[in-house]
């Protein structure tokens, strides 16, 4: 056990050895060297040439110009037609008109249109019809009358007699159907 921590120990002590030559090593391998024409060159600004030297077409070349008394203004030479192109792309597109939008919706439009009126007169009536007169036209009957049954009230009055052998009757007639199942059972077993 003693040997095994002492092993541990001269372990970790080469490994941190190690890991420090290996960094050092990488320090010095990582440098670079600076290029043959010194030190790098700073972009300051940007410039856009329209006509490049080697091209022509542009002012300040070796074209011959076109003449001022033709009114023809359609290009002569290929790189005339180059130019006119490159124009051309250069322009922004011009505007077109958005495709009209499709209304889902308008069929789903209700159709509103007014009802008909159908007046039903006759010739009784007077032509000066007020609509604030009243008119009692429906012949009045009393249909809600007393009623009476003579001497009867709501509910019957049963005696407490009747009733107990109602029940004695109907007891009698479940006893006798319950004796009947039995016996009925009792000869199907047999």
């Not at 077409?57 to 290009?75: A, F, L, Q, T, Y």
């Not at 490159?86 to 919706?105: H, I, K, N």
């Not at 006798?176 to 039995?182: D, E, T």
Request: aromatic share 6%.
């Amino acid at each position: 056990m003693f040997t095994e921590l002492v092993m541990n120990r001269i372990r970790q002590l080469l490994l941190a050895i190690v890991g420090v030559l290996k960094r050092a090593m990488c320090c010095f391998s990582r440098r670079r060297k600076l290029s043959a024409s010194g030190e790098c060159e700073v972009l300051s600004a940007v410039s856009v040439d329209r006509y490049p030297a080697g091209r022509s077409g542009g002012p300040g070349r070796n074209v011959p110009e076109k003449d001022w008394n033709s009114w023809d203004d359609s290009p002569r030479t290929v790189e005339e037609h180059i130019e006119r192109y490159r124009e051309t792309l250069a322009q922004p597109p011009s505007p077109t008109e958005p495709p009209p939008e499709v209304d889902y919706f308008q069929d789903m439009t209700p159709q509103i249109s007014s009802q008909p009126k159908v007046c039903i007169a006759t010739e009784a009536e007077p032509t000066d019809f007020s609509r604030l007169v009243a008119k009692i036209d429906i012949p009045v009957v009393n249909e809600l009358e007393d009623w009476n049954e003579g001497d009867r009230s709501g509910w019957d009055d049963a005696d407490e007699t009747t009733t107990k052998q109602l029940i004695r009757e109907t007891r009698k007639e479940l006893r006798a159907q319950r004796h009947q199942n039995r016996h009925q059972l009792e000869s199907s077993y047999a």
